[in-house]
Nanobody
């Protein structure tokens, strides 16, 4: 029903910036909390940032606070993650996800998100 496709990943040097995008189709995008997660081999999927349906409420992991900015455009069914001052530890596969149930607050748990994209690789070299 809901399909998500990430784009914008790549190979950059520490200190550089990247902008990830997530395009959604199906469902009602404007009613969902949207989030970004990341994962490296052998580790659990980690919460990065999320934005509530209205766009007026956001939440960030401490590790990215002040460097990353999440936003959404409900008219275009897109969500973005502006990543600045990238660090090698930011290297991961980044996934966009939709929480179609808990729309009145932001849940940082991956299990709360029902729909996922296939991920886009971000590699930050030192």
């Amino acid at each position: 029903q809901v399909q998500l496709v990430e784009s914008g990943g790549g190979l950059v040097q520490a200190g550089d910036s990247l902008r990830l995008s997530c395009a959604a189709s199906g469902g009602t995008f404007g009613r969902y909390t949207m989030g970004w997660f990341r994962q490296t081999p052998g580790k659990e999927r980690e919460f990065v940032a999320a934005v509530m349906w209205s766009g007026g409420n956001t939440r960030y992991a401490d590790s990215v606070k002040g460097r990353f900015t999440i936003s959404r455009d409900n008219a275009k069914n897109t969500m973005n993650l502006q990543m600045n001052s990238l660090k090698p530890e930011d290297t991961a596969v980044y996934y966009c996800a939709a929480d179609t149930t808990h729309i009145f607050y932001i849940d940082s748990r991956a299990l709360a998100y029902e729909h996922w994209g296939q991920g886009t690789q971000v590699t930050v070299s030192s």
